[in-house]
T-cell receptor, first 112, second 111 residues
């Protein structure tokens, strides 16, 4: 049974059209992460939540926002997607800061 | 300097070979270390955590060298199914507990 679920698996959006990616977890983990991964590159951390505390990476563009309304759900909002935002977006959870990451299947975003 | 660096690869080895990857990290306060495996167009999956005393899981051995600030992964008796990208992950405790990935090392095991 999937424990970290990302929807949708594939998302196509138009240039400049806002898009929201979702992530849910049944692990009751405190920490949730969003990563962006482009082809042949390592996952790049965008931000993470420890419970309700939000931690933004310094180089994450303002175009990317996140919401975590409760323990189970986390959303990634891309306000005005550009062609360069096409990537795989990975959500991950962890029980504590020192725990391994559990990844969802990812959402592959295409920007047309 | 990147916070987490890995051998660039790619590594192309025959079946049965032993192959080793290294990963260096810049923050001496880092507390947690992991190796992940990622298949093409899939999410990363945890291969093993890396403990201070070193740890082994079947054909896989992970080691941590705090003095030199690197972790290593050794794969013995390589199988075709070991072909994947191997990513090291370091918890940057000093930076809001960020989990940072190395760039990954591509391994191809050939018959």
């Amino acid at each position: 049974d999937a424990m970290v679920i990302q929807n949708p698996r594939y998302q196509v959006t138009q240039f400049g059209k806002p898009v929201t990616l979702s992530c849910s977890q049944t692990l009751n983990h405190n920490v949730m992460y969003w990563y962006q991964q482009k082809s042949s590159q390592a996952p790049k951390l965008l931000f993470h939540y420890y419970d309700k505390d939000f931690n933004n990476e310094a180089d994450t563009p303002d175009n990317f926002q996140s919401r975590r309304p409760n323990t189970s759900f986390c959303f990634l909002d891309i306000r005005s997607p550009g062609l360069g935002d096409a990537a795989m977006y990975l959500c991950a959870t962890a029980g504590t800061e020192n725990s391994p990451l559990h990844f969802g299947n990812g959402t592959r975003l295409t920007v047309t | 300097r990147k916070e987490v660096e890995q051998d660039p690869g790619p590594f192309n080895v025959p079946e049965g070979a032993t192959v080793a990857f290294n990963c260096t990290y810049s923050n001496s306060a880092s507390q947690s270390f992991f190796w992940y495996r990622q298949d093409c167009r899939k999410e990363p999956k945890l291969l093993m955590s890396v403990y201070s005393s070193g740890n082994e899981d079947g054909r896989f051995t992970a080691q941590l060298n705090r003095a030199s600030q690197y972790i290593s992964l050794l794969i013995r008796d390589s199988k075709l199914s070991d072909s994947a990208t191997y990513l090291c992950v370091v918890n940057e405790m000093a930076y809001n507990n960020d989990m940072r990935f190395g760039a990954g090392t591509r391994l191809t095991v050939k018959p």
